[in-house]
């Protein structure tokens, strides 16, 4: 099926640990996206990627690291996990050049204990 | 600053109401989009519309409407003959700060959870 996959879904670690999220989309895309949704469920975006460039990076931490290896793929590396790093991380893919709608993920569930 | 508000935090109705959920937005472009996305209890993000700005046709889709007003600066999801499946949080985004041919970023309001009971 074309989609937008990410994995894992859920991601229990303790604080100090380093995890990573991975990300691949086959719809065809050249930008991708990584959204942090907080426990009140309110989304924003942390980072963008255009043909395997950064083009948007929204003031987040250092420990957030992203990698585009390719078009398809964009994982995101999280350095040294804090308690407020818990939340649900979706990846998103678009096409761009006509404002097409963004394509989400399923989500990965991160919990710090 | 730009910015989308969903003043509806939450809302409840009972099976077959028609429910509409507002959005009203913020923005200094002349050319922008719309969307709204639902986000069912299962947790994923599904895209339901996008709207241009020079297009202020209302769009029907089955029991979903919506009306886009630029005038107020307002796109706000109408459901008709609500059903128990519609329950979810309603996401409003206008997209912006658009990068020639490199994409831009949504910008998501609060979310409006829906809740249909029976």
């Known amino acids: 099926d074309t989609a937008v996959s990410q994995t894992p879904k859920y991601l229990v670690t303790q604080m100090g640990n380093d995890k990573s999220i991975k990300c691949e989309q086959n719809?065809?895309?050249?930008?991708m996206y990584w959204y942090k949704q907080d426990s009140k469920k309110f989304l924003k975006i942390m980072f963008s990627?255009?043909?395997?460039?950064?083009?948007i990076n929204e003031t987040v931490p250092n420990r957030f690291s992203p990698k585009s290896p390719d078009k398809a793929h964009l994982n995101l590396h999280i350095n040294s996990l804090e308690l407020g790093d818990s939340a649900v991380y979706f990846c998103?893919?678009?096409?761009?050049?006509?404002?097409?709608?963004?394509?989400f993920g399923n989500g990965t569930r991160l919990t710090v204990t | 600053a730009q910015k989308v508000t969903q003043a509806q935090t939450e809302i409840s109705v009972v099976e077959k109401e028609d429910v509409t959920l507002d959005c009203v937005y913020e923005?200094?472009?002349?050319?922008?989009?719309l969307f709204w996305y639902k986000q069912p209890p299962s947790g994923e993000l599904v895209f339901l519309i996008r709207?241009?700005?020079?297009?202020?046709q209302n769009e029907i889709s089955g029991r979903y409407s919506w009306n886009f007003q630029k005038s107020t600066s307002s796109f706000n999801f109408t459901i008709t003959a609500s059903q128990v499946v519609d329950s979810a949080v309603y996401f409003c985004?206008?997209?912006?700060?658009?990068?020639?041919?490199?994409?831009?970023?949504?910008?998501f309001g609060q979310g409006t959870e829906l809740s249909v009971k029976p």
């Open positions: 998103a893919s678009s096409q761009t050049g006509d404002n097409s709608p963004l394509h």
């Open positions: 719809l065809g895309h050249d930008t």
């Open positions: 990627y255009n043909n395997k460039e950064l083009i």
């Open positions: 923005t200094r472009d002349t050319t922008y989009y």
């Open positions: 709207r241009n700005s020079f297009d202020e």
């Open positions: 985004a206008p997209l912006r700060d658009m990068i020639y041919n490199q994409g831009g970023k949504l910008i």
